[in-house]
Each structure stands twice: as C-alpha cells, then as structure tokens.
C-alpha cells in the first residue's frame, strides 16, 4: 500500500524519479572560483574546459539522470572547442529546457560542496539564488551543504572541490497524450 502514492497515472508505474550527479575539479592559478554560478573571490579558480562549475556541473549530471537522458559529457564534450571557457549557467538553462520537453518538473535538489577551503556558507544564499533562477525554481527546492574532508586524501589537502547532487523529478503527463 506505500507505492500506491507513487504510482498516481494509469501505468503503474511512478512519476518520480531520483538522479545524482558527482564532479570534482582541481584547483588552478590564474581562474576565477565559479560554484553554482557565483564568482567566489578566493586566489585560486578551477581547472575545466568551461568555467570549471563542479557545483552546476553534478546539477546537470543528476537532472539528465533522473530523466534518462545520459550525462554532460554526451551534451557538452570537452573535445568541443566552442564551449571553452563558457558560464555553466547557460548549459544548465539549455539542459532545463531539455527537461521540460520531455515534460519532466523539478521536485527538489540536495547539494553538498566537499572542501577545505574557500568557505561556502558565506555564499550559500547567492548560490541557491543563482541555481533557482536558472532552474526556474523556487529557493526552498534546492538544499546546500557545505563540508570538508576532515584533511584526508586530495580534497582534503585542498587540491580541489567535489559536489554531490540527487535530484527528484516528477513526470507530466504531456497535452498532446491528452
């Protein structure tokens, strides 16, 4: 009797579906600090093809899972030329409306942030801002955390910054199957 709310259109099968997303960058000289969109003043930024977002980063890769449709790679390969340097914003925007299309809506999303240093929760509101805005969702849908590795391997020595996402989408049902 639990599933039975889950299990709310006329295949049994749920509406929901939960997705996680990872990515991890190491530090580099001479970078901007980009996390979820937001520029953090810190003497290091992160090492990546785009911006090095790791935070909108594991964004991406938990919505395209939890809608079954691959991972960032697949949309933006690191083999193509026109996306260095870009803002990871705009293809997280690109990848919300792929989601949408598909008639997927954001439940909610719970974010951890792995490092030593900078420190996140100063910036913690600006980021959930910016991640609302691009998902097109309200600013209590979307949790952060930030945490440290206690000093222990790479991320511990401060080599770099992890993230950690699960997202929960609900499925529409579409106008035209109407």
Same mark, same amino acid.
């Given at each position: 009797?639990?599933?039975?709310? #889950? *299990?709310?259109?006329?295949?049994?099968?749920?509406?929901?579906?939960? !997705?996680?997303?990872?990515?991890?960058?190491?530090?580099?000289?001479?970078? @901007?600090?980009? $996390?979820?969109?937001?520029?953090?003043?810190?003497? @290091?930024?992160?090492? !990546?093809?785009?911006?090095?977002?790791?935070?909108?980063?594991?964004?991406?890769?938990?919505?395209? !899972?939890? &809608?079954?449709?691959?991972?960032?790679?697949?949309?933006?390969?690191?083999?193509?030329?026109?996306? @260095?340097?870009?803002?990871?914003?705009?293809?997280?925007?690109? $990848?919300?409306? *792929?989601?949408?299309?598909?008639?997927?809506?954001?439940?909610?999303?719970?974010?951890? #942030?792995?490092?030593?240093?900078?420190?996140?929760?100063?910036?913690? *509101?600006?980021? #959930?801002?910016?991640?609302?805005?691009?998902?097109?969702?309200?600013?209590?849908?979307?949790?952060?955390?930030?945490?440290? &590795?206690?000093?222990?391997?790479?991320?511990?020595?401060?080599?770099? $910054? &992890?993230?950690?996402?699960?997202?929960?989408?609900? *499925?529409?049902?579409?106008?035209? &199957?109407?």
């Amino acid at each position: 009797m639990a599933n039975t709310t #889950l *299990k709310n259109n006329t295949s049994g099968k749920s509406n929901l579906r939960i !997705g996680n997303g990872f990515d991890s960058h190491s530090f580099e000289l001479g970078r @901007k600090l980009i $996390i979820g969109g937001v520029h953090i003043p810190y003497e @290091k930024g992160l090492k !990546g093809h785009s911006d090095g977002d790791v935070l909108t980063h594991a964004v991406i890769d938990s919505l395209l !899972g939890a &809608a079954g449709l691959g991972d960032i790679g697949e949309f933006f390969p690191p083999s193509d030329a026109s996306l @260095k340097g870009v803002n990871s914003i705009s293809l997280l925007e690109q $990848i919300i409306e *792929k989601i949408k299309s598909e008639n997927w809506s954001i439940v909610n999303l719970d974010c951890v #942030l792995i490092c030593e240093e900078p420190k996140i929760s100063p910036y913690k *509101k600006q980021i #959930l801002d910016s991640l609302s805005e691009a998902l097109q969702i309200e600013f209590g849908q979307i949790n952060l955390k930030g945490k440290t &590795a206690e000093k222990m391997g790479s991320l511990g020595r401060g080599e770099g $910054i &992890a993230a950690i996402v699960v997202s929960l989408l609900e *499925k529409h049902k579409s106008v035209a &199957a109407e």
